[in-house]
């Protein structure tokens, strides 16, 4: 079994859904007392949100790659970030390990095209759903059309999961005004939405909702698991 290596922290409360996933995984796919083997550096997210906040991408990229280093020489045999929203310094990620990265977006998008899902919806941070790292990287490699929500909802989406998911806040209010986006999404012809930011789904579950969901966490963490039970190196 290979070594994965997790940048979490971003916010813990979903990096503790990685955790689970990553290992009830693997345990259903060796059985008995499997579990993965994880490599996990969990960054102070205030320092992350605040350099966010004022446009740092530069100084976030320094960071997560210190961190990304950190876990290369720990053991893991490849990487993954933990979270949608800093897929945006993935490349300055990659390039500072010598381990691959398994990128988010990537495994999402590869899922939608072997379920023949060629438009689609897209709720995440306002930095996901407006700049072209993430929604680009998926129309220009894979040909998918994503639709975001207008700005007004992008506003709220953006607060809910800062002021009250990364802080493990639930609120039936909130889940509402997720739902109504995800069906205004669906009228627009969205096949499907994607749930771009791993705490959404801390909140809003396949059976609250017809429209058919993808849950980037446990997308993410499937594949994971695959590479690492893989006898190909990855």
């Known amino acids: 079994m290979k070594t994965i290596g997790l940048l979490g922290g971003m916010s813990w409360e979903s990096t503790a859904s990685y955790y689970r996933a990553l290992n009830e995984g693997v ?73 691959p990265l398994l990128h988010i977006a990537d495994a999402t998008a590869e899922r939608l095209m072997a379920d023949d899902v060629e438009r689609v919806g897209l709720l995440g941070t306002r930095y996901t759903m407006v700049q072209d790292f993430y929604k680009g990287r998926m129309t220009d490699q894979y040909g998918l059309d994503v639709l975001v929500p207008p700005e007004d909802e992008q506003d709220e989406i953006h607060r809910i999961i800062f002021e009250e998911l990364c802080l493990g806040r639930i609120r039936e209010a909130s889940r509402l005004s997720l739902l109504s986006s995800i069906q205004a999404l669906y009228e627009r012809g969205a096949r499907a939405v994607i749930l771009g930011c ?10 609250d909702t017809g429209v058919r969901l993808y849950d980037t966490t446990a997308i993410h963490a499937e594949r994971a698991i695959e590479w690492a039970l893989s006898d190909v190196k990855v």
Not at 198 to 207: P, Y
């Open 198 to 207: 791993t705490e959404i789904a801390l909140l809003v579950r396949q059976g």
């Open 27 to 99: 345990k259903s796919a060796l059985g008995g007392l499997h579990s993965a083997r994880i490599v996990l550096y969990s960054v102070d997210f205030a320092e992350i949100e605040a350099m966010q906040a004022r446009d740092d991408w530069e100084g976030a990229a320094r960071l997560l790659s210190q961190a990304a280093r950190g876990v290369q020489a720990a053991g893991a045999d490849f990487l993954m970030i933990g979270t949608n929203t800093m897929h945006r310094v993935a490349t300055d990620i990659e390039a500072a390990v010598d381990i």
